[in-house]
């Protein structure tokens, strides 16, 4: 069965980087859109970017400029570089995954967690000021 299964969550200063892994295994990877969410308590989970099987890529608003989203195919691998961390970007981040080489639409709905169907357990990563 699919599993996905984050790796790299920490406690960091404000303006510190992190590099979030996202383990695939049960599929065929390239063939899947990836994404990376993120819900902190009390609050919604929110689309952090996307990627799809073409490579194509999108941001929240939020992060656009900060952080990177790209995966290693031969790896099975998705990963997340996040730099100059916000405190209110404490969160738990998850990973997600769905059978479509891309989600149609705008980047409204690629970010939305409806899309995607299989999920990790996530990873915390906490910024301090």
């Known amino acids: 069965q699919v599993q996905l299964v984050e790796s790299g969550g920490a406690s960091v200063q404000a303006g510190g980087s992190l590099r979030l892994s996202c383990a695939a295994s049960?599929?065929?990877?390239?063939?899947?859109?990836m994404a990376w969410f993120r819900q902190a308590p009390g609050r919604e989970r929110e689309g952090v970017a996307t990627?799809?099987?073409?490579?194509?890529?999108t941001y929240a608003d939020s992060v656009k400029g900060r952080f990177t989203i790209s995966k290693d195919n031969a790896k099975n691998t998705l990963y997340l570089q996040m730099n100059s961390l916000k405190p209110e970007e404490t969160a738990m981040y998850y990973c997600?995954?769905?059978?479509?080489?891309?989600?149609?639409?705008?980047?409204?709905?690629?970010?939305?967690?409806?899309?995607?169907?299989?999920w990790g357990q996530g990873t915390q990563v906490t910024v301090s000021s």
């Open positions: 990627i799809d099987t073409s490579g194509f890529t």
């Open positions: 049960g599929y065929t990877y390239d063939r899947y859109s």
């Open positions: 997600a995954s769905e059978p479509r080489s891309y989600v149609p639409g705008g980047s409204a709905r690629r970010l939305s967690s409806s899309e995607y169907r299989y």
